[in-house]
């Protein structure tokens, strides 16, 4: 077991050393200021985009208009006035709709609530993001800059206004940050578990998306546990879901049972063979390749500027160099990574391998394993287009990547300066021992 970062973990969450306020109120401040930067950061990008008057809305993603859903909300049966309609999961919209009531309520109108709706949901990935990374690394600086790449990162970019992505991230980011806690022995209550999947309902409106949520958070977040922490953590973690699973379910049952009546009480979607048939989606996949996988641009329509009418821009040379910038940064994180966070760090590499090779689908190399696992691994087929369900999971490693590498790249900063300040020459300059590289540990 890495005792190292079991203690790391177990600490405060960064923000709260070097100053003191007084009061509980100043040692709030503090320890959230991180996730506050993160929320200003993801604050003022999503203001940029909406202009008065005006939604966003493109292909599938019409405006922000629910006023047919909203009487709809309770009901089991959508239409049911008519008859003609089929299960409801309407239900799962009720944040959307409270959003345009409280916009009415003081004289705004729908522009506003879909500015407040993606306000909330952009800082629900960023501060989870930045959640997650302060489980592992002490530096502010690391923490707000993984946060920041939750927000800013090409994968949103490629499908906005989407919101599933951006919500799906975001509560994986906030449960494994809890989990990584309590595997590293925090006391978290077992009721946080069932407020924690309350963003996943909205998932229901794309099934792949929540089977990924809840396969990660259920059996990814103790298999980290397990090759970071060690085993014990992994069965703490396991024991804290046994116990927290009966609130859990109770407090999203009001969504969980229309979840479950929209595919097995009738009139809902169901799947033929050429939905379930991987080779038949194969124009989803065509620019899966790993290069785009890892610069995470992998999406079918970055050739369509009637879809993406930037991607020619970010097809500049200047900016293909910058793409690379990422994974250089995730494939250099093991080697700069401090010596407690090294374990970290090749974990999560080792599952940035295997989430590339997943999310690649039908491309090469490798495709005869893809679609082994296409054709005998039961309900593979749901990741007909993995690159935006499995893509999710690679902003979470990327994120904790980078967080590692800022904070190691920091430690070697406030270590140099230290020996600078240890090691003075004459003339103040320091002396050629003190300058050669490898005199000193920053572990």
């Known amino acids: 077991m890495n005792r190292r970062l079991l203690a790391a973990l177990r600490r405060p969450v960064p923000g709260t050393s070097g100053l003191r306020l007084p009061g509980v109120f100043g040692r709030l401040v503090l320890r959230g200021r991180p996730y506050l930067l993160v929320l200003v950061v993801s604050t003022f990008v999503v203001s940029r985009w909406f202009h008065t008057g005006t939604f966003i809305a493109t292909g599938d993603m019409g405006p922000f208009i629910r006023r047919g859903w909203a009487p709809e909300l309770t009901w089991s049966w959508s239409h049911q006035v008519t008859g003609a309609g089929s299960a409801s999961y309407a239900v799962a919209r009720g944040f959307e709709v409270i959003l345009i009531w409280c916009c009415h309520a003081v004289g705004l109108g729908e522009y506003t609530a879909q500015w407040l709706f993606y306000t909330c949901i952009y800082g629900l990935v960023g501060v989870g ?11 502010e600086v690391a923490v707000v800059a993984a946060g920041a790449f939750g927000v800013l990162n090409g994968f949103f970019l490629t499908r906005l206004p989407n919101p599933l992505n951006i919500i799906s991230v975001g509560s994986v980011a906030l449960l494994t940050g809890l989990a990584m806690r309590i595997a590293a022995g925090r006391r978290i209550p077992t009721p946080v578990a069932g407020l924690a999947l309350l963003p996943t309902s909205f998932l229901g409106f794309n099934p792949p998306m929540i089977v990924v949520a809840y396969a990660w958070a259920l059996a990814g977040t103790p298999l980290l546990a397990l090759l970071v922490l060690g085993r014990r953590s992994a069965l703490r973690l396991l024991w804290w879901f046994v116990r927290a699973a009966p609130l859990a379910l109770l407090l999203n049952i009001w969504w969980l049972v229309p979840l479950a ?23 989803s996949q065509v620019n899966n390749l790993p290069p785009n996988v890892l610069t995470m641009v992998a999406n079918w329509a970055w050739y369509r500027p009637q879809y993406l009418p930037f991607a020619a821009d970010l097809d500049q040379p200047a900016w293909i160099w910058i793409r690379y910038l990422l994974p250089a940064v995730v494939f250099a994180a093991p080697v700069f990574a401090r010596r407690s966070q090294r374990r970290l760090a090749l974990v999560c590499l080792g599952l940035v391998i295997v989430f590339v090779t997943l999310a690649k689908g039908l491309r090469p190399p490798l495709i005869e394993l893809n679609l082994l696992l296409y054709q005998y691994v039961p309900g593979f087929w749901l990741f007909r287009e993995p690159m935006s369900k499995l893509g999710q999971l690679l902003i979470l490693l990327y994120g904790l990547l980078l967080a590692v590498y800022v904070d190691s790249t920091a430690a070697r900063l406030r270590a140099l300066r230290t020996l600078r300040a240890a090691h003075p020459a004459p003339g103040g300059r320091l002396w050629p021992a003190a300058q050669a590289p490898g005199n000193h540990s920053v572990a």
């Open 129 to 139: 993001v930045a959640y997650l990374a302060a489980a592992f690394v002490r530096s």
């Open 261 to 283: 009546q929209g595919f097995l009480g009738g009139g809902g979607a169901t799947a033929n063979a050429a939905f379930t048939d991987p080779t038949s989606w194969s124009w």
